[in-house]
């Protein structure tokens, strides 16, 4: 949806910011020099971003960015775009060398266009001494390989932890999750024969079916790229974990080969599926319709299980915001990714999400996102993880293109529906990742 962000709106929504002053208050900051970014004279800018989840995240966001026009006279103009569609995007926009100046977008997308891409060191310093530091993933995908100099400005992570019902749980036997991978087997099939089955999208869903396919590789101690940035995806580890993937699979609601990011959620809240993997969202749609209120309250939240890993395995779905050379305003372009981080409009945008997106600085630790429902509170963390795509290696062009083509989720899919075995999957999964990094 295009629109032009005015004023008007700014009033619309600025009870939700005045409502947020007492805890702004306890975001911690330190004493550091304000950063000298003078927008350009007559600079306009155009702003290409995800579509919202939940609705409160465009709304608060787009008061944000008429804030930071009243501030500076900057117009900014907001296309909110699909999932699908915001890599797309972003590839034709790196590539024409013409569009918007900035792209809020995925995970490793500024490393595929690094070239094209305008440094960010500057604000990514500034930020980071402010507000506590960053966080491990925020660090991971904001910061060139090999490199200190920064090429994204990470602005939050979508966690994708387990959501259960507590008394499918019990009823199977179990008081909580088991957090290896027998005991997680066992569970799963208790849930089955009592008719209440788990389930896990095996489709090409940007956020739940990779984030299904990396656990399942991950807690078995498998990877898609070794540390040197040579393919790693076929070893016995995979196999391994492939091998667990025919066991666990016949488990699973009907239909997951097909699931996208929202069939989850229908399945769960229809009463069809208890035990899934999904962003907060689901719980507060369930907590604020009347009709499934009762699911909610049956809810529960925990990490995936971590296998044979030291910690769960979970790389949270990063937006991650990008200048392009070709914008006539880097500096305007800048000074609006570094207002955005600034407390006075990032925590009531936090709060806005529910816990939906999770902080990439330390100080939003603080935030009272996460003082509220005990339920919420797993999502805290997200950003603190030791994973992420393309992981053990270095996050690359060749790394983010695996992702993209769905190398490991067709990989699982593959096994799950009986056409390959797993030695003959991650063969194949080998060849096809083996294409990207050839061309590199």
Known sequence: MNTNVTRRELAAIGATTLASTQALAQIPTANVPPLELRPEAGASLRMLRPVRFVQPDEDVFRANCARFTAATGVQVRVDFVGWEDIAQQTAVTANTGAGPDLIIGFNESPHVYADKLVDLTDIANYL??????????????????????????????????????????????FESIPDDHAGYLRLCQSLKRIGKPAGFALGNAVGDGNG????????????????DGSVGINSRETIAALNYLRELYPTFIPGTLAWGDISNNRAYASNECFLTANGVSLYFALKNDPATAAIAADTEHSLLPKGIASTSPMAGLTLNGMVFKHSRFPNASKALLAFLMEAEQYDPWLQANLGYWAQPLNAYNDSATWKGDPKV????????????????????????????????????????????????????????????????
């Open 128 to 173: 980071g001494s402010k507000y506590g530091g960053w966080k491990p993933l925020a660090e991971r995908y904001g910061r060139r390989n090999a490199s200190t100099s920064w090429i994204g400005i990470p602005f939050g992570a979508s966690g994708g932890p387990l959501v259960w019902r507590k008394s499918a749980v019990n009823e199977a036997g």
């Open 377 to 440: 509170s797993i999502f805290r963390n997200t950003m603190d993880s030791g994973f992420w795509l393309g992981y053990q290696g270095p996050i690359s062009e060749a790394s983010a293109a695996a992702t993209a083509d769905y190398v490991m989720v067709q990989m699982c899919a593959s096994v799950a529906s009986g056409q390959a075995t797993p030695e003959a999957a991650a063969r194949e999964a080998e060849r096809r990742a083996a294409r990207f990094f050839r061309r590199r």
């Open 212 to 227: 299904f396919a990396n656990w399942l590789v991950w807690s078995h101690g498998g990877k898609l790229v070794n540390e």
